[in-house]
Each structure stands twice: as structure tokens, then as C-alpha cells.
């Protein structure tokens, strides 16, 4: 049984129970629960995402789990039986408050935690030292109500998710790990269904540039982001825009106004549009989670991934404190790929593949 909330989580579960059947006498089916998000890019793309979970033989379940005051307790009391029954479960976001309460109520003693992008990087490094689970671009300061509510799940959660008494725990991750908590096996994901079942892509030309949510998470400044979006596309030719699924309409009809870029909002995970392609030779981002999955996704093909670094003086007076070092370990630990300065005219030092 798996629970996800974002089409990220999902294509990572394909990709576990890809890799998963490989050692097993046969596949078995697995039950995914979709515990829906309200934004509608991020429902269309789960939607797309479901219906290639359908197609490998697993069987997917939609709860609308935010649809009003009462959905949650809704959807807990249908998800409880077959929570008690299951003997493994697997999630996508340890960080969520919604799987932390799941995760109190199953008895499974097998714990799969499937990659949710650079967020997996913090989850292993606060479970390796017993700390509360927190967001890496929240801000320190006191909990609030709903904080402290939800606190003895938290905390129940770190319980469960640390081997012990039988419970065996696996992080499926393709993200750089420094620290393994003890007794937890990190199984690497390198997106192998997802070569299998689509491309090698046909390339273009030009560049493509991929959008981030740090404006919308309060960690870049706007006018930054806009600045550097621009120096980017017109220092490496980039012609079109892969929005994030959060960011807003506002801001991206202003960044295509001032860029000229043409804005895509993809249907499917950035992974899989761009090794189904078209897709350009170069593909530009910032620190994030593609600078590590894309790579891997489009390993045995031409095209080559470039981060640009973020500039400390790019990040808001609200961005949390470990902002700064999270975003630099993202873009330091990254493999495969190209390093440019943070106006992105001028390349660093590459990182040497691995």
C-alpha cells in the first residue's frame, strides 16, 4: 500500500515497484492511495500520472483528502482497515502532516520511503540525528497550534520510521546521502522504468530553462528571480520556460511578458516530459531536485544539465536560516551536471561526473 501526494511521489512509487519486481520470484500489484492536493496543475499531472500506474497493474485510489473540513477525518476512517491490515507501506512525504497520522495507525513492519526530490536529503540527515521532522525552507521560532497538535504524530512518526522492534525500514532515494540512520537500507533509485518505458528523446537546438517554486515559498526575491531568469535565457539562448507546478499565473505571465520565453505548464513530471521530448540539448536550472533526477533520467542521451547557483543576496529577510547552506549543498552534490555562476554568464568549475 503507498500514499502520495504530488506526481513526483507517484513516478517515484512506479519506479520502486519497478525495482522492487526485479528481485522478486513475480510482481505483485500495489495499491496507491492519492491523498489529492487542491491546486489544479498538480491534480492534472497525478490524474496523467495514474493512468501509467494503471497501466503497469497497480491499482490507484483517489481520496479527496482537502475537500472540506471533514475530508480528513474522512479519509482516515476509510483508509484504517486496510492501513491495519497492510504488511508494507510506502510513502512519499515524511514530512506531511496527513502521512504522519497514517503512519500511527498501520502496524506494518515494512517502511518504504520513496524519493519526494531534495526534501529526502533532509528527512535522512534529521532521522540520522532524532530530530523533529522540519521543511528545510521553514523558519525556526516557536511551533504554533498546529504545530503543537500535530506534534505527538510527529514525533510518532520519527518512532516508526526508525528500525526497531522488527520494523525494517528502506529510503529509496537517487539523492546524495552523507549520513544513513542505523539500521536503514538506502536502495538507489536511478529512474530505470523510466528509461525503459520512453525515449531516447529527440533533441533541439535550443536551451530549456526550469522553473522553481522558491519565489513562491517565500526563499527568493521575485525581482531577483525574474533578473536571473532573463540573464539566463539570454546568455544560453533558451527559448522555452518549464513552469513548476506552484508557481503562480501572476508570475509567470510576467516572466514570459519580460523574457519572451514560451511558458509550458508540463502535463506529466519534468522527468518523464523531457525523456519522452522534445527537449533542448542544454536544460538550465536552479537548486532543485531535477539537477539530480534529470541526469539519470536522460543517461545515454546528448543533453546536458546546467545548475545556476543562487546568490545569498537573491534570498528574502524571511527565508529560513539554513536556506543559504541547504541550497548550496543541493547544487554541490549534484553529479553529472554543469555549474554556472549565479547570473549564469560565467561557468564554475564542473562537477566531475561519478
Known sequence: MAFVE???QLLNVLEWAHADAQGAAEAGELTIVVLSPLDPMSRGQLRRVAELARDEGHSVRW???RGGAAAPLKTVGALTSDLRRAHRVVIGDPFSRYVQ???TITRARDLVVVDDGTATMEFIAQLARGERLVRWHRRGGRPGPRDLVFAPFSRAAVRRLT???GT????FSSMPVDEIPQGVRLTPHTFAWTRARFGPPRLTKGADLVGTSLVETGVVDPDRYLAAVSDLARTHNATRYFAHRRESAEKLHALASATGLEVVRPDLPLELIARRGPIGRTILSFPSTVVHTLPLALAGTEVE???CDIDPSWL???ASPRAEGFLSGVTGTARDVRRLGPTGSAPSAAHEPG
Open 6 to 8: 504530488s506526481p513526483v
Open 63 to 65: 481520496e479527496e483528502a
Open 101 to 103: 497520522l497514517l503512519l
Open 163 to 165: 528500525p526497531a522492534n
Open 168 to 171: 525494517r525500514v528502506e529510503v
Open 305 to 307: 544539465v546546467a545548475v
Open 316 to 318: 528574502t529577510d524571511n
